[in-house]
């Protein structure tokens, strides 16, 4: 068998890639903007969305039906510490006012990660809700910290109207000047190679949605 010289190999190849035609690239895919609904139809789409991830959402139109709810969810999950965003809105609604009349003891938003960690809930305000997947985003920053969606076992999300938006790209380009935001799509849910679904490992493993009328205040 005879062998080539290596520089014969070489050339051989070259001149083969040379007479190689290659086909143009394909255009990059465009997806359209998803258009929205009317709110009542986006509000409905989203809490449908959230239920079928395992979430339990549900309509405030009032304070009172606010403190009502409050109590029937510390009762159910047996909610002894809570922490929340200490937000306007909060302070507004009177959620620690609530929850401590409830007999909830209130750990600070700032308190350690362990401590966060020992509180049974968290809850937070929404910066944007995606009806399409459920999704909620919520933006890190000091006002927002963003372990307390994160840590508590029950994580509650309370949304306006307002934060409704059609899709991911109308998000991104509000958000694109901050460092940090968490996408909320239902509780924690982890699967091993074994595809065993086990809920709460790396996040809360409830997670309940309240929407807020617009006029919902103290």
Known sequence: MTTLPRDQILNSIRTTLKATTRAPLPSAARIAPRLPGDTEAEIALLL??????GGTTCRIANVEQLRNALRELV??????????????????????????ALGVTIISPDASPRALAECDLGITGVDAALPETGTLVLRSSHEHPQLVSLLPPVHLAIFRPSALRADLQNVFAEIKSDKRAVLVTGPS?????????TIGVHGPKAMYVWCMEETTTN
Do not use: C, P
Request: no cysteine.
């Open 48 to 53: 449908s969305e959230i239920e079928k991830l």
């Open 75 to 100: 009762q159910k999950e047996k909610i002894a510490k809570s922490t929340a965003w200490e937000t306007k809105e909060m302070k507004e609604l009177g959620i620690a006012e609530t929850l401590a």
């Open 189 to 197: 849910r982890t699967t091993d190679i074994e595809k065993v679904l």
